[in-house]
């Protein structure tokens, strides 16, 4: 078995002499399987130690992220694996460990450690502070000379790009003004030190060192963009991935498909220009299934600032359908009762309801009222923006239909942005969770899981 990278970027990015290589830009490239190839070289080295950081734990052990993907790997060079920790063990004492840094302090659990290599799956994820705090813990005394590799996939609000044009971006001159990567610098190294918490840049170690002096201790940087394209064996085993990313919205194209760093939609993720309604007389037409959405956000004592719940349906043309929108300040009863009597009014097939908060209290409110309805418990274990985005694709694909005008809802779906806004609407929450059911979970409620979201 030969086991290599693709020529061109991962080849590029397997290469690379600097201290820090940052790998991405599009979605598909082969970022994951490049990044543990790294330690590879390595893992002779009886003191050799590398740490790989997601920023939650769950984003290592999902399916085909880092621990899946390992393991087409590592066992072919007689490495054992160790669950807990996420570790493997090569014949010659090497280590190759996958944990978290999900809040931001986790980085002072790694104080004194001397880590040779760092790897981070996805940076955007991860914070300036983070960075630069673990950059202090890559050091060595193995033989190897301390080095991180990263991937990534383009986020403007993230530390790695400065959008205002001012420069304060690790990656900022690999980028164009159109936000695109540019290909003639994709690869080239750069140096740069850190003086009064900004970054200064040259060409050349020995033109920071005569500018700032030895002790600023220039490091080396490079970005290497990627594509989809660049991923022949992954073109070749799934032709579907493609029409997927052009399947989503106008900003994850332009992110996902075309690792654009500096594209941002207006407004919210839903937009106006997208809302389809029923005309004045036309006919709903039948249901294939119909739902109760509920996110209640109760705990066992109070009532919701605002309880959603909707109702929706997918029509025999294949189209969701927003029914009704029964949404309140209510108490766990009145949310209750209200959810049942939608369930019993519109025949409904079951009552999708989130359950982070609350837990079993909201089964059983629900069950208390009647206990035959089929009920349904879906938790978040998700940010509500990866939740949202399918969604917000249904709707500009024109594949969502709404009975009458919304005015609430609708303010809530057209207004939200991930960015600027840490709670999201619950009447919009369980819209989306109607939907998920509907357009994303397959026919039977009973049978399907909601595939993680």
């Known amino acids: 078995m030969i086991i290599r990278p693709h020529p061109g970027p991962q080849e590029a990015f ?55 993907e390992s393991q087409k790997i590592y066992p072919h ?79 403007p609000d993230s530390f790695l790009y400065d959008s205002t044009g001012k420069g304060l971006g690790l990656i900022d001159w690999w980028i164009g003004p159109d936000g695109l990567p540019i290909p003639e610098r994709s690869g080239v190294i750069r140096w740069f030190v850190v003086i009064n918490d900004t970054l200064r840049w040259a060409d050349s170690r020995r033109a920071l060192v005569e500018e700032y002096g030895e002790d600023a201790e220039p490091k080396s940087l490079t970005f290497i963009s990627s594509k989809l394209t660049d991923n022949k ?129 909201v089964e059983r409110n629900i069950k208390a009222v009647d206990h035959g309805v089929n009920y349904k418990a879906v938790r978040a274990t998700r940010g509500k923006i990866i939740r949202l985005e399918p969604i917000a694709a249904f709707y500009e694909r024109g594949q969502i239909v709404h009975c009458q005008h919304f005015d609430k809802l609708e303010g809530q779906l057209c207004s939200y942005n991930p960015e600027i806004m840490d709670k999201s609407p619950d009447r919009m929450d369980a819209a989306v969770w109607g939907f998920t059911e509907l357009l994303l979970s397959g026919n039977n409620a009973q049978q399907i899981k909601l595939r993680g979201l």
């Open 14 to 68: 397997l290469s690379t002499a600097a201290d820090i290589a940052i790998y991405g830009g599009a979605a598909g490239g082969g970022k994951t399987w490049a990044l543990l190839m790294e330690p590879v070289r390595h893992i002779g080295n009886p003191n050799f130690g590398a740490v790989f950081f997601r920023r939650e734990t769950p984003q290592i052990t999902n399916q085909g992220g880092l621990w899946d």
């Open 77 to 155: 060079l007689k490495a054992r694996s160790i669950e807990q920790p996420y570790q493997w063990k090569f014949p010659s004492g090497a280590k190759v460990t996958m944990t978290h840094l999900q809040h931001e302090n986790d980085v002072l659990n790694w104080q004194g450690s001397q880590i040779p290599l760092i790897l981070f799956d996805e940076l955007t994820h991860f914070t300036r502070k983070q960075f630069f705090y673990m950059l202090s813990r890559n050091r060595s005394t193995c033989g190897v000379r301390p080095y991180i590799r990263a991937t990534t996939n383009p986020d």
């Open 233 to 361: 064996i992954l073109m070749e085993a799934d032709p579907g991935y493609l029409a997927n990313l052009k399947a989503q919205t106008e900003e994850q194209q332009q992110r996902l498909l075309h690792g654009n760093w500096k594209f941002k939609a207006e407004g919210g993720l839903v937009k106006r220009k997208h809302l389809r309604h029923l005309k004045p007389g036309e006919p709903r037409p039948d249901m294939v299934r119909i739902v109760v959405a509920i996110d209640p956000s109760v705990t066992a004592n109070s009532a919701s600032a605002e309880c959603g719940i909707t109702v929706q349906g997918k029509g025999v043309d294949g189209l969701g359908y927003l029914i009704d929108d029964l949404s309140g300040v209510l108490s766990p009863a009145e949310w209750a009762n209200r959810a049942v009597n939608a369930y019993r009014h519109y025949q409904a097939d079951a009552i999708v309801a989130e359950v982070n908060n609350g837990g079993d209290l």
